[in-house]
């Protein structure tokens, strides 16, 4: 029948989200059917009603204003402030760029590992630590479907002295991840895990050698377009063991 | 300010609550000038900062709570679309409701449910842009849509009848 062609996807249709062929063909539909486009009429005054709903709350004046104060103090000075600026600026910066590039990658790759450091003490301080409880890599790997935009594997522990607690999503630089808790022995040891981008590889080049930072131990390599962090305060033997096995599972 | 009322109206929705929206809104600001190095020119701005200002409420303490008490859908595939009720009371819910009992209703539905609907029909991103936002696959955002379409006209059945017997 018809309407199981196009009722499903009448939201679409509604939401400018078909193709051009496919408007044209739920358009010759719906002056034929009386009955999808009855519901097409109600789900567009329900949408209607929405746009109109949640057009709800304005900001106040003072509170514009404080944002904009912020945002001009944090912002560039004016053009005929910084175009003689910018001239000097030009000679300093041809014998500085090789120093500030240096300094910025560090300043970046600090930031990084700091933010790093963040997450993984803030999840040991917390309550609820992870949100999907599981020492089984079948139940803690699903969880994760439809939260994060990729995919990853874990390895199997069972005699490794490894014992995975969960899981939950965090964020590293606004972009969304997976981090993961395991023990071995007292120690916690965190496992982020991310999409791979370009600035993340120049201030962090994935190397196989475990880095000491903030007393952590932390261990990157990246694989298949993820980017893996193993971090915590577990021995480098420890965080290199734990890095192999997931190596190993398929990072 | 590029997006500021987009953005007050979002944070405000999403925290219901002034103070925390205003709190909400000037740290996603902050962000994003210490972050605008991360932002790559081509990509999409308003997917960016709205993305700022959602992981910023996420990791609030009323984020947290909003979204530990939404249960658990799997979300792998878009749910089968079914047709809307029909011929019955609820058909002439918009009819009857007014736009106070809609933002009751929206206020109802889950921040998870909220947020897509808020970022689909008010501030008119496509799917792909919602998905950025999210950073969620477009199955997801489908299936999340059509989910939080059906809460919003459940809570606004209820809030129908609620005023009909109250």
Redesign the interface.
């Known amino acids: 029948m018809a309407d199981d062609i196009w009722?499903?996807?009448?939201?679409?249709y509604l939401?400018?989200?078909l193709s051009a062929e496919e408007m044209r063909g739920m358009d010759a539909h719906l002056r034929e059917c009386a009955?999808c486009s009855?519901?097409a009429l109600?789900?567009m005054?329900?949408?209607r009603?929405?746009?109109?709903?949640?057009?709800?709350?304005?900001?106040s004046a003072e509170?514009?204003r404080?944002?904009?104060r912020?945002?001009a103090a944090?912002?560039p000075a004016r053009r005929w402030l910084w175009i003689p600026a910018l001239a000097m600026a030009a000679v300093v910066l041809l014998v500085a760029t090789i120093t500030v590039g240096r300094w910025y990658e560090r300043s970046r790759s600090e930031q990084l590992l700091a933010e790093l450091a963040d997450l993984h003490v803030a999840d040991l301080a917390s309550p609820t630590p992870v949100?999907v409880v599981s020492s089984d890599r079948h139940t803690v790997k699903p969880?994760f479907?439809?939260?994060?935009?990729f995919t990853f594997d874990l390895p199997e522990l069972p005699g490794t002295g490894y014992t995975l607690v969960g899981g939950r999503v965090a964020?590293l630089?606004?972009?969304?991840g997976a981090h993961l808790l395991y023990n071995v022995g007292a120690h916690h040891i965190s496992v982020f895990i991310f999409r791979d981008r370009p600035?993340i590889e120049r201030v962090f080049p994935a190397r196989d050698s475990t880095r000491r930072v903030l007393s952590f131990h932390v261990e990157s390599w990246d694989a298949g377009g993820l980017r893996y962090f193993v971090f915590g305060d577990a021995s480098p033997e420890a965080i290199q063991g734990l890095s192999r096995l997931l190596k190993q599972a398929g990072a | 300010m590029p997006l500021f009322d987009s953005l007050y109206n979002f944070a405000h929705w999403l925290t219901q609550n002034r103070d925390e929206a205003e709190d909400l809104v000037q740290e996603t600001y902050a962000k994003a000038l210490r972050g605008f190095g991360s932002f790559q020119p081509g990509t999409n701005f308003r997917a960016w900062i709205f993305r700022i200002l959602r992981n910023t409420f996420l990791t609030s303490r009323t984020g947290l709570a909003a979204t530990r008490t939404v249960p658990l859908e799997s979300e792998d595939e878009p749910e089968q679309t079914v047709a809307v009720s029909r011929e019955t009371p609820e058909s002439i819910l918009l009819e009857q409701a007014g736009q106070q009992q809609v933002q009751a209703a929206l206020e109802q539905v889950p921040v998870i449910y909220r947020e897509v609907l808020l970022l689909c029909d008010v501030e008119e991103m496509s799917y792909q842009e919602i998905a950025d936002t999210l950073a969620v696959p477009i199955g997801t955002v489908m299936s999340r849509l059509h989910r939080a379409r059906k809460a919003l006209r459940a809570a606004l059945e209820q809030k129908t009848r609620e005023t009909k017997h109250g």
């Open positions: 009722q499903p996807k009448l939201d679409q939401d400018s989200e009955s009855g519901d109600r789900r005054q329900l949408k009603a929405t746009r109109l709903a949640g057009q709800r709350y304005t900001p509170f514009r404080r944002i904009e912020k945002v944090k912002s949100d969880w479907q439809g939260k994060l935009p964020y630089e606004h972009e969304p600035e």
